[in-house]
C-alpha cells in the first residue's frame, strides 16, 4: 500500500515541482524581454539604442550620430557661456601674466583677487583655464562684484606633492601697484569697460601685461 501511495505523492510533487520551475522560467523570460529604462544610448547593451525612453535593438544612422554631436556640442558650449556671463550688476576682471602660462602636468599658477573694501577673495586656478600642455596669457573672472580688486598672482611648479611657487612681480607699466606684486583693478559694468583696440584684421588686441613671469 506504501509503493502506490508514494509514487502518487512523488507525481503530485514533481507536478508541482515542474509547474514552479515553469513559472519562475516565465518570469526570467518576461524580465528579460521587458525593455530597459534609459536616458541615452549609452545606458542600453551593444545593438540597442534608447527610443522613447527604453532601450531597443537596433543602432544609429551616421546622420543621427552626427546630429547628436552637434547638439551635444551645442548643449555645453552654452552650459559654458552661460556659466561665463556676467551677472546683473557686475563686471568682469581680465589679467594678463606675460609671456604667459604654461599648461603643464607640474605647472601651478593662481591669482587672488580681493575686494579692497569687502575684503572678499575670489580664487581662479591658470591650470583649469588654459589648454592641456597649452600657453594662455589672459585670465578672466566672469563676474565679480564692482569696486576695486587687490589681485596677486602666485607663479611656480609642484614636484611630488610640493609646491615651489614665486608670487609674480608687476609690469613694470601696470599701474597702480602696490609692494611691487599687488595689482589694483578697478571692476565696473560691461558697458562701462573700455573697448579693447584691435589688430589691422580687426581682432581684439591683448590688454598690457599686469604681472611678469620671468
Not at 3 to 10: E, Q, V, Y
Not at 21 to 37: Q, V
Not at 85 to 111: H, Q, Y
Request: hydrophobic content about 35%; glycine content about 8%.
Amino acid at each position: 500500500m506504501r509503493t502506490p501511495t508514494l509514487a502518487i505523492l512523488c507525481l503530485l510533487l514533481g507536478g508541482l515541482w515542474a509547474c514552479q520551475s515553469k513559472s519562475g522560467a516565465d518570469k526570467r523570460n518576461e524580465i528579460l524581454a521587458t525593455p530597459a529604462p534609459c536616458e541615452t544610448d549609452k545606458e542600453c547593451a551593444d545593438g540597442f539604442i534608447c527610443q522613447e525612453k527604453t532601450c531597443q535593438k537596433g543602432e544609429r544612422s551616421a546622420k543621427e550620430l552626427a546630429a547628436r554631436r552637434a547638439a551635444e556640442a551645442k548643449k555645453k558650449a552654452d552650459e559654458e557661456a552661460k556659466k561665463r556671463a556676467v551677472k546683473p550688476g557686475e563686471g568682469r576682471l581680465t589679467v594678463r601674466i606675460c609671456p604667459g602660462f604654461k599648461n603643464t602636468p607640474e605647472a601651478i599658477g593662481t591669482l587672488i583677487a580681493t575686494h579692497q573694501e569687502t575684503k572678499k577673495r575670489k580664487v581662479l586656478h591658470m591650470a583649469m583655464e588654459a589648454p592641456e600642455l597649452g600657453w594662455q596669457m589672459e585670465f578672466t573672472y566672469p563676474s565679480l562684484p564692482l569696486g576695486v580688486y587687490d589681485v596677486t598672482a602666485d607663479y611656480g611648479i609642484q614636484k611630488g606633492g610640493v609646491p615651489d611657487v614665486v608670487r609674480l612681480k608687476c609690469d613694470p607699466k601696470a599701474k597702480p601697484c602696490r609692494d611691487e606684486t599687488i595689482r589694483e583693478i578697478t571692476v565696473v559694468l560691461p558697458e562701462n569697460e573700455p573697448p579693447r583696440e584691435r589688430n589691422e584684421k580687426g581682432e581684439p588686441k591683448l590688454k598690457a601685461c599686469d604681472f611678469i613671469a620671468e
